[in-house]
């Protein structure tokens, strides 16, 4: 009876660390594949970019310029900063709402690629873009 008590109280235990050290893998895989170039290329650069978005469980509403309320609230939109070298600068944020996230696309093989994320620094008012290497 005492050994079945034990049992009883450790399953649960073991379950549940199981389930969290399972929940921290993904969210570690998800972090680091966000910050990754996108191996699928994309027509445009805003299909790119919404393949960005959609990895991270959310919804693209296209170029923020273009949004209206109410239909896209809560969604994802991007706007382009610049251009350089064959790479483009764009941010992205929630609509009606700040810019969180850098994402740099460029063309490659006949279609868009995204090189990388990264996240806005909203204490640096210096203009600075982080461009990838």
């Not at 910050?35 to 509403?61: C, D, F, L, P």
Request: hydrophobic share 45%; proline share 3%; aromatic share 8%.
């Amino acid at each position: 009876m005492v050994a079945f008590r034990r049992l009883t109280t450790v399953a649960p235990l073991v379950a549940g660390l199981a389930l969290g050290l399972s929940a921290i893998l993904v969210l570690h895989a998800c972090a680091r594949d966000g910050n990754a170039s996108a191996s699928a290329s994309a027509a445009t650069a805003q299909e790119a970019i919404a393949q960005v978005v959609q990895a991270r469980g959310e919804r693209y509403a296209g170029l923020c310029e273009q949004t209206r309320s109410p239909e896209d609230v809560g969604k994802v939109c991007s706007r382009l900063i610049e251009a350089r070298d064959g790479v483009q600068a764009h941010l992205i944020g929630h609509t009606f709402s700040e810019f969180s996230t850098w994402v740099f696309v460029t063309q490659r093989d006949g279609g868009w690629a995204v090189l990388g994320t990264e996240a806005l620094d909203f204490l640096d008012t210096s203009g600075f873009i982080p461009w990838p290497n």
